[in-house]
């Protein structure tokens, strides 16, 4: 089981930028998919950005643009750089690690259904 921690969250004004981490503890499998996604009270948890093992990166319009996802460290930290944020992106942001044999399973998914671990969330507020 993949340990998940999220860190970087905070407030900013809208037009600002923030940069999420998540540090994972260990990767189990060679092919893998991971993900960044949100959830705004009274709303559902939703896809933001995802990246497989072999680097395909996919967005939700919403973000398209604006927020990118990127892996270092021996590709066990997972980033999500964030600018030009606006009120709507605030939420609890969590990332998500889904193992696999086969990338066609889960790469560009940024359905939370695909993901099995999950870490426990960065709050992120973007004031007006």
């Known amino acids: 089981q993949v340990h998940l921690v999220e860190s970087g969250g905070g407030s900013v004004q809208a037009g600002g930028s923030l940069r999420l981490s998540c540090s994972a503890s260990r990767y189990t499998y060679r092919k893998y998919c991971m993900g960044w996604f949100r959830q705004a009270p009274g709303k559902e948890r939703e896809g933001v950005a995802g990246?497989?093992?072999?680097?395909?990166?996919s967005y939700s319009d919403s973000v398209k643009g604006r927020f990118t996802i990127s892996q270092e460290n021996a590709e066990t930290t997972l980033y999500l750089q964030m600018n030009s944020l606006k009120p709507e992106d605030t939420a609890m942001y969590y990332c998500?690690?889904?193992?696999?044999?086969?990338?066609?399973?889960?790469?560009?998914?940024?359905?939370?259904?695909?993901?099995?671990?999950w870490g426990q969330g960065t709050q992120v507020n973007v004031s007006s």
């Open positions: 998500a690690y889904e193992p696999t044999y086969t990338l066609a399973r889960c790469s560009g998914s940024l359905a939370p259904v695909d993901f099995t671990s």
């Open positions: 990246i497989d093992s072999d680097g395909r990166r």
